[in-house]
């Protein structure tokens, strides 16, 4: 079975523009959770989709949305970058929601903010 | 606010002996407990979740306790390898929520 799939996995933006990442989660698998990962910061949860819907928010402002297709893959979206953002994105899926489950992340998209 | 803490130091041990590493968390009482294994350049890899209600839980080399008294887990590696050389991540599922929270993860380096 496929693994979960992010793309692109490396990015390179400057102040100001927006970006758009993609995650396919594992076949079968409902539940999209995407996460950034910065060395200060840790892991940091963003926000979670199941069946289309988004289910939890984590604290990051406005700039930062996503959204889920039919085949529960997901897109995130971040507007007016900032040198802050950069950082490894990961997405993870989970065969539903809740967490009593297992999450299973893809490699990251790795988004560098000059 | 609830906080996760994980030692932030990296763990040096000697192949064959028991890694221990530690996930204390304080303001809540979380429900779930899950350890996560990361090397570098990679997303984490699932290693085992307990319940509140489970004092321990054992996969192969892999043990995990959880002490709500203590507000702390304890993670078990025994007889170490070099591959399990990796950041050892615990998370917990954050109060009234169905979000994971993450601790800062600990560097665990096994030398042959």
């Known amino acids: 079975k496929a693994g979960v799939t992010q793309t692109p996995r490396y990015l390179i933006k400057t102040r100001g523009q927006q970006v758009t990442l993609s995650c396919s989660p594992i076949?079968?698998?409902?539940?999209v959770s995407w996460y950034q990962q910065t060395p200060g910061q840790g892991l940091q949860f963003l926000f979670e989709?199941?069946?289309?819907?988004?289910?939890n928010k984590g604290n990051f402002p406005g700039r930062f949305s996503g959204r889920q297709f039919s085949n529960s893959r997901s897109e995130m979206n971040v507007s007016t970058l900032e040198l802050g953002d950069s950082a490894l994105y990961l997405c993870?899926?989970?065969?539903?929601?809740?967490?009593?489950?297992?999450?299973?992340f893809g490699p990251g998209t790795r988004l560098t903010v000059l | 606010s609830q906080k996760i803490e994980q030692n932030s130091e990296a763990l040096n041990i000697q192949e064959g002996k028991t890694a221990t590493l530690t996930c204390n968390y304080t303001?809540?009482?979380?429900?779930?407990l899950q350890w996560y294994r990361q090397d570098p350049g990679r997303g984490p890899v699932f290693l085992l979740l307990?319940?509140?209600?489970?004092k321990e839980k054992r996969k192969e080399r892999l043990k995990v306790t959880f002490d709500t008294t203590l507000k702390q887990s304890l993670f078990h590696i025994t007889a170490s390898q070099p591959a399990d050389s990796a950041t050892y991540l615990c998370?917990?599922?954050?109060?009234?929520?169905?979000?994971?929270?993450f601790g800062t993860g600990t560097r665990l380096q096994v030398f042959p």
């Open positions: 993870a899926s989970s065969l539903i929601s809740g967490v009593d489950n297992e999450q299973f």
């Open positions: 076949s079968g698998h409902r539940s």
């Open positions: 989709y199941f069946s289309e819907t988004q289910r």
């Open positions: 303001n809540y009482s979380p429900a779930y």
């Open positions: 307990i319940r509140e209600n489970e």
């Open positions: 998370a917990l599922d954050a109060l009234n929520t169905d979000k994971l929270i």
